[in-house]
């Protein structure tokens, strides 16, 4: 009999294994805690098999999982989590795929505590024993008939070895295992980040997988869910035949390399958005790109907005491309003016980015073309700055500010079907792939201009508390609350 005592938080565990030689007969585990309710939970072998311990039936759920509740510095911190030792436990068990079987045994590894290597994987038999040479551990299991079911043809369930990986993690985390524990999380909260992931595989199952693993099983996850980015290109194809379709009145554009099938871009504008610009909206149009932050595709998005009586910003349309580029812009404003409904004069805005100021006067000579007065002060200052000192540069400021200001006093978007949506291709049938883009070399660029209204992040350290830096250069003691 072994007595293992340990404090966590505000609880006092106690854990009791009853054993004989390698065979464990019973199981105790209890908390002493102010809590109402202190944990109680027991578990017996009394078949004579060797299994460490048998699921208690009284228990819902496939695992008996028994945590700590006191509050400590991570919150809740698992004291013992065993997955469901039921599910690898005789000869003739049965699994309904063979991806399930290495899986249902990572599982049954980590929370036993081992490891263990193939002898034999194919498709037809598979073949483990325990990593330790010396431990008996091994299981072998084959398809049953023709398959695609497994089922345990021989197994030594006793283990020699221990079971003690003496680390935080475990060598049979992997990012497909992650991507199977987290799936059903991200389908509920397509938001969840990587560090949620480890948060939540740390507690339940007290061990921890580095961020790499838990952002490529997230991958795994959302390319199973929503299918892989090459593949998405080519239902652009689909996408607009069935948006023409299910909205009458929409200009859209979709421009692809001839020669190498890539992907150039794509413009879009719904009918009801330019009748909204027409008779809602004030006879103002605000050019702007912004850069699409996905690690694979790189791009820019380029759009039109207009304000409505609310003050609020309304788009009229947009496009993606490759870049933000002269040829580009005068792509993007020749649809608009297709998709505009009348002749009225508008005026333009926009940061004098490079296309604009050249293609405006070209595709509206009629219009007029202002520039934000954001970037203007911005490029002044930045002119200005070693011509002038500080207290005359601050007066030709205010001076530019005034002379600024002197002069300032029907139908619905139509859901598009999916019903008949075609599965995804295969990688050799796709037909719009991906454009070829090159990330800048060094590291990306801190200063830029703010958005009205934006402030900057004011980074916590997670160990002190304080602002300014992280948990990495904090060189502050620890935070305390009791202190307090």
């Known amino acids: 009999m072994f007595d293992l005592q340990k404090c966590q ?14 065979r464990c007969l019973s199981t105790h585990a209890s908390r002493q805690s102010g809590d109402p309710q202190p944990l109680d939970i027991s578990t017996s072998n009394t078949h004579g098999a060797c299994l460490e311990t048998t699921e208690p039936s009284h228990l819902p759920g496939r695992s008996l999982e028994l945590y700590d509740r006191g509050k400590g510095a991570e919150g809740l911190v698992p004291v013992l989590m065993q997955y469901s030792v039921g599910r690898i436990h005789s000869v003739g068990q049965v699994f309904i795929s063979k991806e399930v079987l290495p899986m249902e045994l990572t599982n049954y590894a980590i929370a036993q505590g081992f490891n263990w290597k193939y002898l034999k994987n194919d498709s037809v038999r598979l073949t483990e024993r325990c990593y330790v040479v010396v431990c008996p551990w091994r299981l072998h299991a084959s398809v049953v008939r023709e398959g695609p079911k497994f089922a345990i043809k021989s197994l030594n369930n006793m283990h020699s070895c221990g079971c003690d990986i003496m680390s ?24 969840y980040r990587a560090s949620e992931m480890m948060r939540d595989i740390r507690r339940d199952y ?22 892989d980015f090459i593949t998405s290109y080519h239902m652009l194809n689909w996408y607009s035949e069935r948006a023409v379709q299910s909205n009458p009145g929409l200009v859209l554009s979709l421009e692809v390399d001839p020669e190498t099938q890539r992907f150039k871009r794509f413009f879009i504008c719904f009918q009801p958005s330019a009748y909204g610009f027409e008779v809602g909206c004030r006879p103002m149009h605000f050019l702007d790109g912004t850069h699409i932050k996905q690690h694979r595709v790189q791009g820019v998005i380029l759009a039109a907005s207009a304000l409505n009586g609310n003050n609020e910003l309304f788009t ?38 490079k296309g604009l100021k050249e293609s405006i006067p070209d595709i509206f000579p009629n219009d007029h073309h202002g520039y934000y007065f954001q970037h203007i002060m911005q490029n002044f200052n930045d002119q200005c700055a070693e011509k002038y000192a ?22 619905n978007i139509q859901p598009i079907p999916t019903f008949d949506m075609p599965d995804p291709p295969q990688p050799s049938d796709v037909l719009i792939k991906p454009p070829t883009t090159k990330r800048l070399s060094g590291r990306s660029r801190k200063r830029r201009i703010h958005s009205r209204g934006e402030v900057d992040h004011a980074y916590i350290c997670s160990r002190c508390k304080q602002t300014g830096h992280n948990r990495r250069t904090c060189s502050n003691p620890p935070h305390n609350p009791e202190e307090f």
Request: aromatic letters at 12%; hydrophobic letters at 40%; glycine letters at 4%.
């Open 316 to 353: 009229v349309a947009y496009s993606i491309a490759n870049s933000e580029t002269y040829d580009n812009w005068v792509w993007f404003l020749q649809n608009l003016k297709k998709a505009l409904l009348s002749d009225r004069r508008i005026a333009f805005l926009s940061d004098r980015r």
């Open 9 to 22: 938080g505000t609880s006092f565990i106690n854990l009791v294994v009853s054993q004989v030689d390698t």
């Open 206 to 227: 007290g061990i921890s997988i580095t961020y790499h693993q838990a952002w490529w099983g997230k991958e795994v996850v959302v390319s199973s869910l929503y299918g």
């Open 168 to 191: 935080d993690g475990h060598p049979r985390t992997s990012k497909k295992w992650a991507a199977n524990v987290v799936k059903g999380k991200l389908v509920d909260k397509p938001t």
């Open 390 to 411: 500080a207290p005359f540069k601050k007066l030709l400021r205010k001076i530019l500010q005034r002379i600024a200001y002197a002069v300032t006093e029907q139908d």
